[in-house]
């Protein structure tokens, strides 16, 4: 096929069929949902978020034993165990790590790489990209605003530009806003060694978000998929993009309670940080797990609205290859004409 040749690179470096990463999503990506990626040719990664390092060991065995295939551990470098996490993959000896939330130290991505992990990392500005090369990365995902969940402040067109027309020294994967194969094969064509879609995969049939959260997803428009506000740069709070609810609203409210209480040296701005990811944390969970749609929290990425839906998971990257190579055949018959 036309598309093994933009494959090669990101292939090579995941070690997957399929350089198509399904994101780390709190809640979502569990030991099923990973290792059903992996069986089906891409790559799946573990959330680390805020788990417990012996859940997160336990994790790690189980997605092991569902699956003989590649996958990854995705490691907060903002929460509170993450010091902990990351002493728990250097000890088993994790193949592969992304680092999101936050700046990884230069001594962090070093000890993960040397007990044989190879790091990646999210950038969201062309700046932060050179930094993170800088510090050591072996990999960069390009996240777009148009993502979901937490964001960054760039849309992806822009980053295309600024970091993967320019960057040359590492693989580059490309994220936020993807569902669609033909859009896949036009990011390949122009450089990125993969994907990552995380939209896309909630709406398959391994994932064990509740039925009310997939038929909201199915139902809902890209514009209903907003970023939260921020405030005041007091509480530097990084926007998240859900689908628009009451918990959208009550997030609001916590922002300005916070706020008040800063104001009155109530609590620390570390604390009210803290805060903040554990209303995002329970709204989740509350949705996710619960199928509480009015009041949890809905991330969604924009892609939402190209996702109409429930499919088995092969089916879905199965899907997503085939309509890349067809596009990619289309333009290869356009240029000989």
Not at 49 to 65: A, F, H, R, S, Y
Not at 160 to 169: G, N, R, T
Not at 222 to 242: E, G, K
Not at 260 to 276: C, G, I, P, S, T
């Amino acid at each position: 096929m036309l598309i093994d040749k933009f494959f090669e690179n990101g292939r090579q470096f995941l070690g997957c069929k399929y350089p198509i990463m399904c994101g780390a999503m709190t809640w979502v990506s569990d030991p099923k949902l990973v290792s059903a990626v992996g069986n089906a040719g891409g790559f799946g990664l573990l959330a680390g978020g805020n788990t417990p390092v012996d859940i997160l060991e336990k994790q790690i065995i189980e997605t092991g034993e569902l699956t003989e295939n590649p996958f990854g551990i995705n490691l907060i470098t903002l929460a509170p165990v993450y010091k902990d996490q990351l002493e728990l993959i250097c000890r088993l000896g994790c193949p592969l790590v992304v680092f999101a939330g936050g700046i990884p130290k230069k001594s962090e991505i070093e000890k993960a790489k040397e007990h044989g992990a190879r790091v990646v990392c999210f950038a969201s500005t062309a700046p932060l990209a050179h930094q993170l090369i800088e510090r050591g990365a072996d990999a960069l995902i390009l996240e777009g605003s148009e993502a979901g969940g937490h964001i960054g402040p760039v849309a992806l067109s822009v980053l295309i530009q600024q970091i993967l027309f320019s960057v040359e020294s590492v693989p580059i994967f490309i994220a936020g806003g993807i569902a669609t194969g033909r859009m896949m094969a036009h990011l390949l064509m122009m450089g990125a060694a993969g994907i990552q879609m995380g939209t896309r995969f909630i709406m398959a049939e391994e994932c064990m978000a509740h039925s009310k959260f997939k038929e909201t997803f199915r139902m809902a428009k890209a514009r209903d998929a907003v970023a939260t506000p921020q405030f005041d740069s007091r509480l530097p709070v990084i926007p998240v993009r859900a689908l628009k609810n009451e918990g959208s609203i009550e997030f609001a409210k916590l922002q300005l309670e916070l706020l008040n209480k800063l104001d009155n040296n109530l609590l620390d701005k570390l604390e009210a940080q803290f805060r903040v990811e554990e209303f995002w944390a329970g709204a989740l969970r509350s949705a996710v797990i619960d199928g509480d749609t009015g009041r949890g929290s809905l991330m969604a990425g924009q892609s939402v609205g190209l996702v109409d839906k429930v499919q088995p998971l092969k089916e879905i990257i199965e899907e997503m290859v085939s309509q890349a190579e067809s596009e990619m055949q289309r333009l290869r018959d356009a240029l000989n004409q």
